[in-house]
């Protein structure tokens, strides 16, 4: 029996914030009405030219220097973005080259925010199976290059950067007790698609497009209906919110943090939040709390951290590990 352990994560943002204050600026808004709907401060801008394979690869470095591994150790890299590079190549083979990594297989999964989670996921069946030793697994976006600037209901939530972690795949017992992904639940419904899409797209219309949202309607749905795959790792495992050490979801909202954890029965202090920060990294913005929260000591050797997730599609996920 394998497991996926997780052994390095790390994370790196553009240099560049944009505070709320900046964005008034900008478009008819202000600090105040940006942080009471969302808790977000600022967030970061990748410079012109800094694109999301180059956030990605930075993210992959910091994480492999926390695993103390080199480039040579990884057979596996999956990166989770809705802003590659390019139509094609894959920002992950991308990301691959510029670690001058030329075996093991790359490739991206697009899920939108939800796009860590499920990578963590297809890793962890990957490492199980015993087909690949090592995995880097990256969250990494630019969404500040299909942010429609002028629209003051979508342009203030979203920041740009990357996070990465490192699983290893190492003998288990099966029990609970051990260090390794424990579970994980994905779901998906695509008839969601209106609430949350970018209007463009190669194929549809040979532009990038735009993000376009109805705020209130995926705000319904992060609270309503997407803890349901946090209720699933709990039935997975036998193991109860009490006994959690950490909450990790995906950073969009202070507002749907704060209520999805009160409705799963999580104390608060057991919430990380990074929104403040980042605002929405979506891919990234997991990786981007753990990494502050591993670096800042709160997540230690041992601890249950949850993972959750919900992004366009809708897509939805959760991870459970014992870290
Ligand atoms: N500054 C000032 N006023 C604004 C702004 C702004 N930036 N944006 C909208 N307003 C105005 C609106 O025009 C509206 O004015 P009106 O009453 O005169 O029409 C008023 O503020 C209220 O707007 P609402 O949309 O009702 O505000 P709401 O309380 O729903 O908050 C928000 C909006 C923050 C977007 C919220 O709905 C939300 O967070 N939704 C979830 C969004 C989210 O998490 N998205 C990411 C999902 S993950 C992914 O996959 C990308």
Redesign the pocket.
Known sequence: LLRSVVVGVGSYLPEKTLTNDD?AKL????DD??FQ??GIRERHIAAEGETTSMLGEKAARAALANAGLTPDDIDLIIVGTSTPDWTFPSTASQIQAALGITHGVAFDLQA???GFVFAVTTADKFLRSGSHKRALVIGAET?SRIIDWED???????GDGAGAMVLEARPSTGSMDERGVLTTHLRSDGRHRAK?HVDGGPSATQTVGH?R?E??E??KF?VGKVTDVVVDAFAATGISPDQLDWFVP?Q??R??IDMSAQKLGIAPEKVVATVHLHG?T?AASVPLALSVAVGDGRIKQGDLVMLEA??????WGSALIRW
Do not use: P, Y
């Not at 478009?27 to 202000?30: H, L």
């Not at 003051?152 to 979203?158: D, G, K, P, Q, S």
């Open positions: 964005l478009v008819d808004t202000s009405w940006i709907r969302t939108v925010c939800s969404f003051r209901t979508t342009c203030v939530l979203f949350l993000l949202m705020g209130k995926v705000f992060a995906h969009a909202n507002r749907i929405n979506s919900v992004g366009g599609g809708f897509t």
